[in-house]
């Protein structure tokens, strides 16, 4: 876990006295006090912390409204700006930024809040306000920018990356001036921050089938150490003076190494989950179409011709353009992988079924009914397996 620390102005009655101490007690919380005074002084009032976490809490609710469920749908989220390689690579480079304030449930976005709300105090007033509003958002990219290197195919969202930036960002701090903290809070903000950082990545990896996004983690972690590298400073009054100009820098250098990043990465995967969401509305329509006929039928109130026409007019077209861009997917990898197989197969045992309905009702063909009844069923079966591994 995160260390519990909140820096705030001593209080007289905050220390034992001489005679309730051992000296070496009574100096190692003095050192702190005076410590937890002196970032108080350079840094008076957190302002980006709590605005952050108030940011990402107002966008979860909004839409948790949007959605209308406790944890919002993939495909909302996605709408949202989630970070897609498909788009995000394909012109939508926004989603970079706004995936860092979006998250998937109510546990994701309250163990980061809560996390950023921990660390951020002391960060905050290590390097100043602007300056871990600068490391924060550059942090954040950085997990963004690892994450579609890693996989981009997959749907990312959270300020994740963001949050391990700022755990970087204070051992980055640390590494440098380790002489600016006390020896004990030194010592326990070290091995605080190993075994946050530690435990998270090991989670991570251990935890596959969570779909925790550790190329995230790691690549904000790496971007929030080279921001704390770049921030640390002396605590002092004429250090701090010089704020301004390592913002300046950390911003510019950072901004550089995430569109050099993004430069670097590889060409937009094709969008497979736009396709597929593409042609469940195309099969919504195909489909309603196709049993408004077949209960008109049923009820005699059209012949087997209209029927006919009706399959090779307005059901068959559109189903066999959606095939066919379907079928430009079926190499693609990534996750969906078999979810795209397993769609193309049903729509080609549906297109198959309807095929073979035409000619049972033209010929009056009992063996062609029979085919389209089995492939009918064969297409339900694969369906209902898509939509249980969705």
Known sequence: MPPQWAPAQPQP??????SEARPAETSEREQVARFAALIHALTPRLWVTPTLIAINLAIFVAMLIAGRTLNPPVDLVLAWGADYGPRTLDG??????????????LVHVGLNMWVLWDLGQLVERLVGNVGFLVLYLVSGLGGCIASLAWNPTAISAGASGAVFGVAGALLGFLAL????????????????????VGFNVIFGFLARGMNIDNAAHLG????????????????????????PLRNAVTGVVGLVAVIAGFWLLPPAPPDV???LMRFDEVARQV???YSDAAQK?????????????????????????????????????GATQDMVSKTVASVRLRREGWQALIVALRDNNREAMERFKDRWEAANKLLEENSAGR
């Open 273 to 275: 989950l736009g396709e």
């Open 287 to 289: 489909n309603s179409i």
């Open 297 to 333: 039928y049923d009820d005699r109130k059209i012949t087997p011709a209209e029927m006919v026409h009706t399959l090779e007019h307005d059901v068959l077209p559109p189903w066999e353009a959606s095939l066919q861009r379907l079928e430009r997917l079926e190499h693609a990898k």
């Open 220 to 243: 904000g972690l790496a971007t929030g150490i080279g921001c704390g590298l770049m921030l640390s400073q002396k605590l002092s009054s004429e250090a701090a003076a010089w704020r």
């Open 177 to 196: 001036r380790r002489d600016s903290v006390p020896a004990a809070m030194l010592s326990h903000l070290r091995s605080s921050m190993v075994t946050f």
């Open 13 to 18: 009655g905050d220390f034992a006295s001489p």
């Open 92 to 105: 939508q480079w926004w989603r970079l930024v706004s995936s860092i304030f979006l998250h998937f449930t």
